[in-house]
């Protein structure tokens, strides 16, 4: 069992590394330089499709499109922003990803015309009604919360080898987790779990990948199918990813908190 203090970790969770790794990486360094080598280098770009589910079954769908770019210290700035239904459409989610401090979080409504910050508690709100928290996107898309990661024992998950990291966010730290434990697929780095435990010690939520829907694009294996469930609140919701456009430029202002609001 290897243990590191890492803030940074498993950038990219729906991106894989260029090419299978020919043998068994050997340490957490190791799993967490394939994870983050899969992430474009400058931009990417992907549709959405959202489909959240209450606890008899009632679904809701979404449709987003999302913009992605890595930055020069090496964290990763997203926006999100919903097309459908129409009840939402024009409602836009950014994260500004720092290197040493907290990630800026902004929002913008159409409705109230106005793009608020997101701070502390904020960010663990149900993210337009779906499964996911602002923070559980920033987990999914971009890095952990801080606190010491520990490689756990490897396993074997829907017949494919995973090793094991755990996350343990400090008691200070604005995560409602007590422990981030994630299991990624030994040929391909993409994440295929990530259980969500709570404080209390009760696991929250479970993030699962469908490891049926994968694909190459550009040299990065590519998971199209990822399903939150909440364990508490009996509730799901499944991520659709399109195919990924890399590398081309985004929108000027799309990672702006001034711009961001009127991108289409």
């Given at each position: 069992?290897h243990t590191?203090s890492?803030r ?7 991106f894989a590394?260029?090419?299978f790794?020919a043998?068994a990486l050997?340490?957490?360094s190791d ?11 400058k ?13 008899i079954g009632v ?11 890595r ?5 990763v700035?997203l926006?999100l922003g919903?097309l459908q239904?129409e ?7 950014l994260?500004?990803?720092q ?6 979080m902004y929002m ?5 015309n106005?793009?608020r910050r997101i ?7 149900k993210?337009w009604g779906?499964?996911f928290?602002?923070?559980?996107i ?12 520990t490689r ?8 494919r080898k995973?090793?094991v990291l ?17 299991k990624?697929d030994?040929l ?9 435990t ?6 929250r939520?479970r993030?699962?990948?469908n490891t ?6 550009d ?5 199209h199918e990822y399903?939150m469930?909440?364990l508490r609140?009996k ?5 659709y990813?399109?195919d990924?456009?890399?590398?081309e ?7 702006s908190?001034?711009?961001f609001?009127?991108?289409?």
């Amino acid at each position: 069992m290897h243990t590191c203090s890492i803030r940074q970790a498993l950038l990219g969770l729906v991106f894989a590394c260029a090419a299978f790794p020919a043998t068994a990486l050997e340490t957490t360094s190791d799993i967490i330089l394939c994870a983050n080598g899969n992430v474009p280098q400058k931009t990417f770009s992907q549709m959405l499709g959202i489909s959240a589910f209450d606890r008899i079954g009632v679904e809701r769908r979404l449709v987003a499109r999302l913009y992605g770019k890595r930055t020069e210290q090496d964290t990763v700035n997203l926006m999100l922003g919903v097309l459908q239904p129409e009840d939402l459409a024009g409602a836009r989610y950014l994260v500004r990803g720092q290197d040493k401090a907290e990630d800026e979080m902004y929002m913008f409504l159409p409705a109230l015309n106005a793009v608020r910050r997101i701070r502390g508690e904020a960010g663990n709100s149900k993210l337009w009604g779906t499964d996911f928290s602002y923070q559980d996107i920033l987990q999914i898309f971009g890095t952990f919360a801080e606190g010491p990661m520990t490689r756990r024992d490897d396993s074997e998950l829907n017949g494919r080898k995973v090793y094991v990291l755990e996350v343990n966010p400090p008691a200070t730290a604005i995560s409602p987790y007590s422990s981030i434990l994630t299991k990624v697929d030994a040929l391909t780095c993409l994440t295929s779990e990530v259980e969500f435990t709570e404080r209390s010690g009760k696991l929250r939520k479970r993030l699962s990948m469908n490891t049926e829907v994968i694909s190459k694009e550009d040299g990065r294996f590519v998971g199209h199918e990822y399903t939150m469930e909440d364990l508490r609140e009996k509730t799901r919701t499944t991520l659709y990813l399109g195919d990924v456009i890399y590398d081309e430029a985004p929108p000027r202002g799309v990672f702006s908190p001034q711009g961001f609001r009127y991108i289409d």
